[in-house]
């Protein structure tokens, strides 16, 4: 049983009265041991304990105890004191130190109290944070489940009714009409296209074991088809990850920076890399857009948070650089695991 964790669950007048007893077993100690042992330090011990598991006036309603405690065994073992004077420095002495134990063990209690409080703050935080960002994963892959088997199985049925329409116009030669419902047909099919992508932005990584790597490359070739610019990724070495979590998490990471560069940077040209060497693996997402300064500028800097916070749930470093040639370069190395199943079962 943890001891300090035991004390703490007594309640104060049980804990003054282990105080009290530490205090007569000092006493007692004092007295037996004569005058040639000084015990005035060991009364310390129960004046702080009285304190770090009480309170402030159970430390001091102790250290006045104990000075009582010190004064009887000292009269009790014969002390004959040849001055005036050194009978009452004795005594002051030994009570100001008894009253400066106390003070200084209430000044370090609050300290360490403050400490406490601001440790459980942060943990509290921290796993609001990591509950936040559980829940936003858990909405969007939802809404990515909506939306690959609601919305683009109707487009894909509605485009299979427009191809339907277009044959039977044509065989009724009514050649314009048949030509606007070919047109529809196409727009459809494109929005079942742009709906899958969207899709699978929101539940980006499988649970395969080679799944970052190829959602990855699913997210270089959306963007490049659905933004109209050169985005291209690859992959060297082996990479493992330890759970989906932690590559859902890399991910994010990715495409945060990819929107920060065609948004804030208007960048034409993207590079995404994920080599791997040794024990360490690296992201990385280079453009050639503006430029850290302008698009920092222009960002109010909540996505860099989140990266960096990412970056961090997966025990990762996080850092954000200019290159010589332009752009701007995001990078965050992490360390690989082996993929295991218990893994897996946890994350999930």
């Known amino acids: 049983m943890n001891f300090p964790a035991f004390v703490y669950r007594q309640s104060s007048y049980a804990l003054l009265a282990e105080a ?12 037996l041991s004569g005058l040639e042992v000084s015990m005035s330090l060991f009364y310390g011990i129960p004046i702080m304990f009285a304190i770090w598991f009480g309170d402030r006036k159970s430390g001091l309603l102790v250290a006045i105890l104990c000075g009582i405690t010190w004064w009887w065994a000292d009269i009790l073992a014969g002390h004959v004191y040849s001055h005036v004077w050194v009978a009452t420095w004795e005594p002051a002495s030994c009570f100001g130190y008894f009253a400066f134990v106390a003070v200084g063990g209430a000044a370090l209690k609050e300290k360490h109290d403050a400490v406490r409080a601001r440790i459980a703050l942060l943990e509290h935080t921290q796993r609001l944070e990591r509950e936040i960002i559980e829940i936003s994963e858990r909405e969007q892959r939802r809404i990515g489940r909506d939306l690959h088997d609601g919305l683009c199985q109707y487009l894909a049925a509605i485009g299979c009714a427009a191809a339907t329409l277009r044959a039977d116009l044509l065989r009724q030669d009514l050649l314009e009409e048949a030509a606007v419902a070919e047109e529809l047909a196409e727009l459809l099919e494109k929005g079942v296209v742009q709906t899958r992508d969207l899709a699978r932005g929101l539940v980006p990584v499988p649970m395969e074991e080679d799944g970052l790597p190829f959602a990855l490359e699913g997210l270089a070739t959306s963007v490049a088809r659905l933004q109209n610019i050169d985005c291209s990724f690859r992959v060297q070495g082996e990479v493992k990850i330890g759970d989906t979590s932690a590559a859902t998490h890399l991910y994010r990471i990715a495409q945060e920076a990819i929107n920060n560069a065609t948004r804030q940077g208007h960048a034409n040209r993207i590079r995404i890399a994920l080599p791997a060497e040794g024990p360490l693996a690296t992201l990385s997402v280079a453009d050639n857009g503006h430029g850290l300064s302008r698009t920092a500028a222009e960002s109010p800097g909540l996505g ?41 079962d946890a994350a999930a």
């Open 304 to 344: 860099l948070s989140i990266m960096r916070y990412r970056a961090r749930l997966v025990g990762g470093e996080f850092a954000m650089n200019e290159p010589d040639d332009g752009g701007t370069r995001v990078v965050c190395t992490f360390p690989q695991r082996e993929w295991s199943m218990e893994e897996e």
């Open 20 to 31: 009290l007893l530490l205090v007569l077993f000092c006493g007692t100690i004092d007295w």
